[in-house]
């Protein structure tokens, strides 16, 4: 089976910066793209950024000229880069891994920016 773990949530003041990654192991094969979702209670989720084999990527208005997203394939790992972060982006964050067999979550990581 697929895993996916996550490292590098935490707790960081507005206008701080982190660095998500996700690694993933066991049977990956056929990679369509990695990215990362987030959530807050009581709303669903969304997408923050993607980024596909052939290295396209795709950001939410939301995040974009702050987050940066990054993949190492021969790690099967992806980075997230969120800098300038804002109290609206605490959530938990999801890693998401779409290959050709099945679609693959992460357990999520808390990122909490104090204003």
């Known amino acids: 089976q697929v895993q996916l773990v996550e490292s590098g949530g935490g707790l960081v003041q507005a206008g701080g910066s982190l660095r998500l990654s996700c690694a993933a192991s066991?049977?990956?094969?056929?990679?369509?793209?990695m990215g990362w979702y987030r959530q807050v209670p009581g709303k669903q989720r969304e997408l923050v950024a993607e980024?596909?084999?052939?290295?396209?990527?795709n950001y939410a208005d939301s995040v974009k000229g702050r987050f940066t997203i990054s993949r190492d394939n021969t790690k099967n790992t992806v980075y997230l880069q969120m800098n300038s972060l804002k109290s609206e982006d605490t959530a938990v964050y999801y890693c998401?891994?779409?290959?050709?067999?099945?679609?693959?979550w992460g357990q999520g990581t808390q990122v909490t920016v104090s204003s």
């Open positions: 998401v891994l779409d290959t050709v067999l099945s679609t693959y």
């Open positions: 066991g049977r990956v094969v056929g990679i369509n793209s």
């Open positions: 980024i596909t084999g052939g290295q396209r990527t």
